[in-house]
């Protein structure tokens, strides 16, 4: 379960498939440049923050990874939250949150949490991947316009109150080069799909803006020389107080790394006809997190748009991801210093397209047709996202999935006396139909459908109290009830109590192996007693007759076995 996919594939690595991960991985990396440095500005650090997280981070994350073909890189779903993190705590803060968050993720994947991350609603994954796409390109308007600002105001609609203020000073310089950008990583694909646009754009710009004194702003100009080398590891300074206000933050770091991480995995199986571990992609993306930040580094995961690139180029082991690291620090050493000269429109170009891909609108509008409950989840996490927070949106979008499904849920469970006016209602088909029964009389009995949680509890209590007098004998039908909890437990037990007052017995029938061991293990079972537990609702009924001095009707013998012994 924690062997890394590469010692698995290594026994069965060919020389072409070798040299078809290699060009794969130079391909990808030269594709993960652009993105690096814009993603690592957008996040509110320098550009090689960017660069030295792609290295560190991809390559432990493809040397560790429980995927074939996972690239692993700074990725947009992070930009909001380390932005956020970045201006409150500054850069100490935010190695501290990533740290916490890749050991968060290594318990994760070491308490075998992988297959439980597809448990997470997809409204909730859609409503804040498409909030985080919204924010981005808010995010990116004054670069791509050269709108003059002192500084961007960090709230969504003060931003854009701000943004259309400013309009004016739109400087068509920038906005020339940052749409020339635009229309070359949208059309380039159909010239060629071997070398990226993004690449592509970055070269044109860069060189117009150097030949033709363009007025624009570059990486230089804003944030002075880029560092060509990647520093030696040093530990941020740990404060408690901080660690203590950065929790949630670096459990919103943990969790968007797992889902994207996951989400990617997943689809590049899809693509290639494999299977990825998921509890050691998340160990692994636990450890690139751990050792990125002591680089200097930012939150890194598996990327979906690089994954599928190394795929497409014939990328099938984890060498390509390895190798896409190494090229990314073969260009940072040689050509580092080159990348200061970057115009900040193309940049931000090249996050504009990120933003529109992230957004999946198809996918957004589609799920607006869906049930009131899932299209309110996503409303509700997509407006918080985009105006409060994405943790906080996060949060409420979770925890109305849960109480929507607890609601869903309880609907589904039942309780209801089926003696009496309500027993026409049952299925004569049924061959265990309480119909199909005679019922003597002083007893009544009822029927739980569905898990006794929580959420049904309430109509269990409410339907004890449909029949006025107490009946000599209470029959409780558990035969459709699979699972109980602590609510519907202490239920029960009120219930005990209640037939004791009133000099009333309570069998129950039907009850399957979970709900037997829970009232086993609360101690139910011995108050209610175990001989007046049964499997199926004849040998019920034949309890509650011997209970009434009836004759019963052909009880078996482990049943008359039980009765004797009571007796002695």
Same mark, same amino acid.
């Given at each position: 379960?924690?062997?890394?996919? !590469? ?8 020389? *072409?498939?070798? &040299?078809?991960?290699?060009?794969? &991985? ?21 550009? *090689? ?6 290295? /560190? =981070? ?20 992070? %930009?909001?939250?380390? +932005?956020?993190?970045?201006?409150? +705590? ?69 931003? #854009? ?19 020339? $950008? ?5 059309? #380039? ?7 990226? =646009? ?5 070269? @044109? ?35 408690? $107080? ?31 006809? $494999? ?10 993306? =636990? ?10 580094? /930012? ?26 690291? %190494? ?8 050509? =580092?210093? #080159? ?10 170009? /090249?996050? /504009?397209?990120?933003? #529109? ?44 999935? @849960? ?14 006396? @089926? ?6 209602? *049952? ?7 309480? %119909? ?66 009133? &000099? ?17 293990? +609360?101690?139910?079972?011995? *108050? ?8 199926? %609702? ?9 209970? !009434? ?13 039980? @009765? ?5």
């Amino acid at each position: 379960m924690f062997k890394p996919k !590469l010692l698995t594939v290594l026994p069965e690595l060919t020389r *072409e498939q070798l &040299g078809r991960d290699i060009v794969s &991985g130079i391909l990808v990396g030269i594709v993960a440049l652009p993105l690096a440095i814009a993603f690592a500005i957008a996040s509110g650090v320098s550009p *090689e923050k960017g660069l030295i997280s792609a290295v /560190i =981070g991809g390559f432990l994350i493809s040397l560790f990874g429980g995927s074939r073909v996972q690239i692993g890189g700074p990725t947009g779903a992070f %930009i909001v939250i380390l +932005y956020g993190i970045v201006q409150q +705590y500054g850069v100490n803060g935010l190695m501290i949150a990533t740290i916490m968050a890749g050991v968060i993720l290594i318990i994760m994947g070491l308490s075998q949490l992988g297959s439980l991350i597809k448990f997470i609603p997809y409204p909730v994954v859609v409503g804040f991947t498409s909030g985080i796409a919204i924010i981005i390109f808010s995010s990116e308007v004054k670069d791509f316009l050269g709108l003059r600002m002192e500084s961007v105001p960090a709230h969504f609609l003060d931003k #854009w109150a701000a943004y259309f203020a400013a309009l004016p000073t739109t400087s068509p310089e920038t906005l020339a080069i940052g749409v020339t $950008a635009l229309l070359i990583i949208v059309f #380039w694909p159909k010239v060629s799909t071997k070398i990226p =646009g993004p690449l592509i754009a970055l070269i @044109v710009t860069t060189v117009a803006v150097r030949m033709l004194h363009l007025d624009v702003d570059t990486i230089e100009s804003r944030f002075g020389e880029i560092s060509a080398s990647i520093p030696a590891p040093s530990a941020p300074s740990f404060d408690l $107080a901080t660690i203590r206000n950065l929790i949630m933050p670096a459990t919103t770091i943990a969790l968007l790394g797992a889902i994207e991480a996951l989400l990617s995995a997943v689809v590049a199986d899809g693509m290639i006809g $494999a299977r990825h571990k998921s509890n050691m992609e998340l160990v692994a993306q =636990g450890v690139a997190n751990i050792a990125a930040p002591l680089f200097g580094g /930012i939150p890194v995961t598996g990327a979906i748009a690089r994954t599928a690139t190394n795929i497409k180029n014939g990328g099938r082991t984890p060498i390509a991801g390895i190798v896409h690291a %190494i090229t990314l620090l073969a260009i940072m050493l040689v050509f =580092g210093s #080159w990348a200061k000269l970057i115009p900040m429109p193309t940049l931000a170009a /090249i996050l /504009i397209v990120v933003a #529109w891909n992230m957004s999946e609108h198809h996918v957004f509008r589609q799920l607006l047709k869906s049930p009131k409950s899932d299209v309110a989840v996503l409303l509700t996490t997509f407006f918080l996202t985009v105006i409060f927070d994405l943790t906080i949106a996060i949060e409420i979008g979770m925890l109305l999935s @849960v109480i929507l499904f607890m609601k869903q849920m309880a609907s589904l469970s039942n309780v209801g006396v @089926v003696t009496g006016e309500l027993k026409d209602a *049952e299925d004569e088909n049924d061959p265990n139909a309480i %119909i199909t029964r005679a019922i003597p009389e002083g007893v009544d009995v009822f029927e739980v459908s569905g898990p006794f949680f929580f959420g049904a509890a309430s109509k269990f209590k409410d339907a004890m109290h449909v029949v006025g007098k107490p009946p000599a004998i209470r029959i409780i039908r558990m035969r459709k009830v699979l699972s109980i909890d602590a609510t519907g437990l202490n239920m029960l037990k009120e219930l005990v109590k209640d037939c004791r007052k009133t &000099g009333t017995k309570l069998i129950l029938s039907g009850v399957h192996a979970q709900p037997m061991f829970a009232m086993q293990q +609360y101690g139910l079972a011995d *108050e209610i007693g175990e001989e007046n537990l049964f499997g199926n %609702i004849d040998d019920a009924l034949d309890r509650a007759r011997t209970l !009434l001095g009836l004759p019963t009707e052909g009880r078996p013998q482990e049943f008359v076995a039980s @009765v004797e012994r009571e007796k002695k």
